[in-house]
């Protein structure tokens, strides 16, 4: 394994199907290879068709639109869609389906004849999403690309996955597949597991179209619309009412089903439960030389590319730093744990250089992708960064003299969930001062009461955040408290690379730098407007793009300088 690598005569020439796109690590990657090996042979961009906008229009679309693609815009300009156009073909299919939903015979024929390396980054990343979905997408989608890979010519696949497949495994997690033996220690059959889940699937959709249920349905759809001083004579809203709690309680069961399988083999959640579950049918599917697993740990903010903290959507733990930043300053976990954490770039590189290996030959079956092997990073030295940037950010751009003078100066710490200011009592104090808000004293001025009834809407607002809040918690817990998780990072760099833009050594972030320069002022900009219901700032490129047919596409040619 310790043959020098070089990245752009790797994959010269070559031939990549990239599924999961229009994801955060898909995008990033995509835009990092073209961005530095403009020598592709060309990458097959597998994207579903939605409603009525073809496949083309979806992946256009976000390269028109997407800051991610700035670098490129900025690179290329007026030949930018001509540059896409040589190195790009997108393919309409969905990996949910058999031959991943690609329809079209002689496309299919091509891609088994061509295809030197798949890259799988499809995926739900929910936490605990309803089962039927994250079985359709995260299993039978890794089983599909198995499938085709295997009826492939010369096919390898880099299956991206994460690190926290290992379920509740304390200690120092070794690069290791384990598809037959579950985190609880229990022998494990994927093929067996996936027949009794889709048979508690049947048997659930089964209880929820009974009487019993429609009538549950419609007792709560009158109580719910009198409650709300609704009229329970509407047939109509009724009717409606009725059909969406039928709707949330098959979503909860089948949720909670998904909870209880992922508990009973020793998983955190349902995403790592089903991620192991494609990680399984890959491993029996394919020949060892055919695959190799890529495990990130939790996927953050870029240190430099596309620029530094970029990031996507409002998870993984965006939503904690949001809160860390609000009034909830004690955040329950156990110091010394490990935070793993590990910017989409770095993330981005390994795959890369994984690939490469894999195509080589001279792959690892697993690449964990993680920092709190060689650069540990705990949690609690987080949440002191996280407070330290966001007191940065108050002091000189609070919105209001609270914000300047007392939130900048307000510490955010990490405490036991026993904790006095423990979320649970601050729910509780918030309740009893929302009673109270809503009956005052008797004898109390109308004039106050009636002020102070107005003063309720702040007490809704801030029960509403203390739920989100709480919410999160729970979720995180698991990887904050309860377990102790450090993922061996050795794999990656037993390939040295020869070209330094492709170096994804975790010993190289400054984790105070990343944290109050990079992280929190990049989700500020990127993320925490979606958890306020606003829209980011858009991106609209000076030339705008446009996929060009095959036909007018000229064969490729030296990069633009």
Not at 97 to 121: S, Y
Not at 129 to 137: E, F
Not at 400 to 410: I, Y
Not at 459 to 466: H, K, N, P, Q, R
Request: charged share 25%; aromatic share 8%; net charge neutral.
């Amino acid at each position: 394994m310790n043959t020098p690598l070089s990245i752009k005569h790797s994959y010269a020439g070559r031939h990549v199907l990239l599924t999961g796109v229009t994801g955060f690590l898909g995008k990033v990657w995509l835009a990092m290879l073209l961005q530095h090996v403009p020598d592709i042979g060309k990458v097959y961009v597998l994207t579903r068709k939605k409603a009525l906008r073809p496949a083309a229009d979806r992946f256009e679309r976000q390269v028109q639109t997407s800051p991610c693609f700035r670098p490129l815009h900025e690179k290329y300009g007026p030949e930018m869609s001509r540059f896409i156009s040589e190195r790009i073909e997108v393919v309409s299919g969905d990996v949910s389906l058999p031959d991943m939903g690609v329809e079209d015979p002689e496309v299919l024929a091509r891609l088994r004849r061509d295809i030197d390396l798949v890259i799988n980054c499809a995926g739900l990343v929910d936490f605990d999403p309803d089962l039927r979905d994250a079985m359709t997408t995260n299993v039978e989608g890794a089983r599909n690309a198995a499938n085709f890979v295997a009826a492939c010519d010369k096919a390898v696949m880099l299956h991206v996955s994460t690190c926290y497949v290992t379920g509740k495994r304390n200690g120092l997690i070794p690069e290791e597949i384990r598809p037959d033996l579950s985190p609880s220690g229990d022998p494990f059959d994927v093929e067996a597991e996936s027949v009794e889940i889709q048979a508690s699937i049947e048997a659930i959709l089964a209880e929820h179209e009974s009487p019993e249920m429609d009538k549950r349905a419609h007792d709560d759809a009158v109580k719910q619309i009198r409650d709300k001083g609704g009229d329970e004579n509407n047939a109509m809203l009724v009717r409606n009412t009725a059909r969406r709690i039928k709707r949330n309680l098959l979503k909860d069961a089948m949720v909670a089903e998904g909870q209880r399988r992922a508990g009973r083999w020793g998983f955190t959640n349902i995403y790592t439960f089903t991620k192991s579950m494609a990680e399984a049918w890959i491993a029996r599917r394919l020949d060892p030389g055919r695959w190799t697993m890529f495990r990130p740990a939790i996927v953050e903010s870029s240190m430099s590319y596309p620029f530094p903290g970029w990031n996507q959507g409002f998870n993984t733990c965006g939503p904690l730093s949001y809160a860390l930043g609000s009034w909830f300053r004690h955040l329950p976990c156990k110091r010394g744990n490990p935070f793993d954490i590990i910017p989409v770039d770095y993330v981005c590189r390994g795959m890369t250089v994984a690939g490469a290996a894999l195509m080589r030959g001279e792959h690892a079956p697993v690449y964990q992708s993680g920092s709190s092997d060689l650069n540990l990073l705990t949690i609690d030295r987080a949440v002191e960064l996280v407070a330290l940037a966001h007191r940065k950010h108050l002091r000189t751009r609070g919105d209001t003299t609270l914000d300047r003078v007392v939130k900048s100066r307000w510490d955010a710490i990490a405490v036991t969930p026993e904790h006095p200011m423990r979320i649970e009592n601050i729910r509780k104090m918030t309740e009893s001062v929302d009673e109270w808000l809503r009956d005052p004293p008797k004898g109390w001025p109308e004039f106050v009461r009636r002020r102070l009834g107005d003063l309720v809407e702040h007490t809704e607002g801030a029960l509403e955040s203390i739920d989100k809040i709480e919410r999160m918690c729970e979720l995180y817990l698991p990887f904050i408290h309860d377990n102790h998780f450090a993922f061996v990072t050795r794999n990656l760099l037993r390939h040295p690379v020869l070209e330094p833009e492709w170096d994804c050594d975790p010993r190289s972030i400054d984790w105070r730098h990343y944290w109050i320069d990079v992280h929190i002022p990049g989700l500020r900009k990127w993320c925490f407007p979606l958890f306020e219901n606003k829209t980011p700032e858009s991106y609209a490129p000076r030339h705008p793009f446009r996929l060009r047919s095959p036909e007018a596409a000229p064969a490729p040619h030296a990069e633009v300088v």
